[in-house]
């Protein structure tokens, strides 16, 4: 269910939304150098990517399955290096019309994973209640 919200959420655009006290916001006013702000880690590592993970680990059975997931995760993270690396590049080429519409692409792909997760989940306890 976490992975549809975020899906319906980027599909209709919004941006995820941080609060912060008056204190943080002054602070964050105050300070001019931006690397000490994490701004990748929430987005990267959040409950939709922990919530793929669970599920993605628990569905693979033997060694394979389970080395093709890590081999996975090894080249999202290289992709993710070299995204974050040249992200000024990308964010000029694509422009803001651009960057929406890849957002909203994204949300399509996971709202499609997040769907079938939900009727696996529903299907497996369909079976166990029988």
Same mark, same amino acid.
């Given at each position: 269910m976490v992975l549809i919200m975020l899906a319906m959420n980027m599909i209709n655009g919004r941006v995820a939304s941080t609060r912060h006290s008056s204190a943080?916001?002054?602070e964050a006013q105050e300070k001019e150098d931006i690397s000490v702000i994490p701004l990748a880690i929430p987005i990267l590592f959040g409950p939709g990517v922990i919530a793929t993970l669970v599920v993605l680990n628990n569905r693979s059975v033997d060694l394979l399955e389970k080395g093709i997931l890590y081999g996975a995760v090894l080249v999202s993270t290289i992709a993710v290096f070299f995204t974050l690396r040249y992200a000024v590049t990308i964010n000029r080429f694509l422009?803001?019309?651009?960057?929406? @519409? !890849?957002?909203?692409?994204?949300? !399509?792909?996971?709202?499609? @994973?997040?769907?079938?997760? !939900?009727?696996?989940g529903v299907k497996?306890?369909? !079976?166990?209640?029988?």
């Open positions: 943080e916001n002054q422009g803001e019309t651009g960057t929406r @519409i !890849l957002t909203r692409l994204m949300g !399509l792909v996971v709202g499609a @994973i997040a769907a079938q997760f !939900l009727v696996e497996g306890l369909w !079976l166990a209640a029988a």
